[in-house]
C-alpha cells in the first residue's frame, strides 16, 4: 500500500553500523527511501552502505556525544523527512560500582545527545514540515527495570519524557515524535557478551512468545513510523516486546 511506503522521503538513522540500526537502514531503503546513515565505526558504517537497495544513499561518520562531529552531521545532511534515532549503548552496572563517568557516558549517548541532535536539526531547518522522528527506546525504565541497568532504564526514561514533550512543541509544524520500546533483541552485541547461550535460553522462556525479537521486527516498526500511515500518530511508543510486560 502507498500508505506505508518511504519512496521520496530522505531519512537519517543514526547507529546504523550493526544491530537494530543497520536492519532500519535496510528496511528503509526497501521501503523506497534515500537515507543518510551515521555511525561510529567507518568500516561497520561502509558495510551497512553496500547492503541498502537502490543508489544515491550516504553516510556519515560520527560520534554525536562530540559537539564538533555532531555539527558536521547536521552540516552534512540536506532536509528530512524523517529522523529515526537509534545510536546507543548499554554499560550494565550495579549502582555501587558507578563512576561519574559512567553516568555521563550513558547519558550522553543514549538522551543527551538525541536531544542535541534534533534541537540542532530543527534549528537548522534540516527536518521539513510533517517530517517524522522516531526514537529507538527500550521497555526498560518505561515498563520495567533490571539489576545492574539503573543508567540505562534512567536514560531511556529521560529520552520517553523528551519524546513526549517534544511532539506538543513540533505538533504546530507537522512533525510527528514517536518512539518504539523493544524488549531484548537478538544482537551481535547480545552475542558478543558475557551471558552464556544457556542463561540466554532460559531468559528466553521468560516471554510469552519463548524467543527474543530480532532487529528486523523493531526496523518494520520504524518503517511504519515514518510513513504516511502514522500521520495522526505522535507523542506514542510502539511496545515490541513479545508479550514480556504483560506478566
Known amino acids: 500500500m502507498q500508505a506505508f511506503s518511504l519512496t521520496g522521503k530522505t531519512i537519517l538513522i543514526t547507529g546504523a553500523s550493526s544491530g537494530i540500526g543497520r536492519a532500519m537502514a535496510i528496511a528503509c531503503a526497501e521501503a523506497g527511501a534515500l537515507l543518510v546513515i551515521s555511525g561510529r565505526n567507518k568500516e561497520r558504517l561502509s558495510e551497512t552502505l553496500q547492503l541498502l537497495h537502490g543508489e544515491g544513499h550516504s553516510m556519515c561518520v560520527a ?5 564538533d562531529e555532531l555539527a558536521a552531521l547536521v552540516d552534512f545532511v540536506p532536509k528530512l523527512d524523517g ?3 537509534n545510536a546507543g549503548i548499554a554499560n550494565p552496572l550495579m549502582l555501587q560500582f558507578v563512576e561519574k563517568q559512567d553516568v555521563e557516558e550513558t547519558l550522553n549517548t543514549n538522551a543527551i545527545s538525541v536531544i542535541h541532535l534534533t534541537r540542532l536539526l530543527l534549528q537548522e531547518k534540516k527536518l521539513k514540515k510533517d517530517a517524522s522522528v522516531v526514537f529507538t527506546s527500550s521497555i526498560n525504565g518505561n515498563r520495567c527495570a533490571y539489576i545492574g541497568s539503573t543508567l540505562y532504564a534512567a536514560s ?3 529520552l520517553t ?3 513526549k ?3 506538543l512543541e513540533l505538533a504546530p509544524k507537522g ?6 520500546e523493544p524488549g ?15 542463561e540466554l535460553d532460559k531468559d528466553k522462556q521468560k516471554y510469552p512468545l519463548k524467543r527474543y525479537g530480532k532487529p528486523e521486527e523493531v526496523a518494520w516498526a520504524a518503517v511504519y513510523l515514518l510513513s504516511d500511515a502514522t500521520r495522526w500518530m505522535t507523542g506514542s511508543s ?3 516486546d513479545g508479550g514480556y510486560t504483560l506478566q
Do not use: P
Open 161 to 163: 519524557g523528551f519524546m
Open 63 to 67: 560520534d554525536l556525544t562530540n559537539e
Open 156 to 158: 531511556k526514561a529521560m
Open 238 to 240: 510502539i511496545l515490541i
Open 175 to 180: 512533525i510527528r515524535v514517536n518512539s518504539i
Open 184 to 198: 531484548m533483541i537478538e544482537t551481535e552485541l547480545l552475542k558478543d557478551g558475557n551471558i552464556s547461550q544457556d
Open 83 to 85: 529522523l529515526v534515532s
Open 165 to 167: 514533550a517534544s511532539a
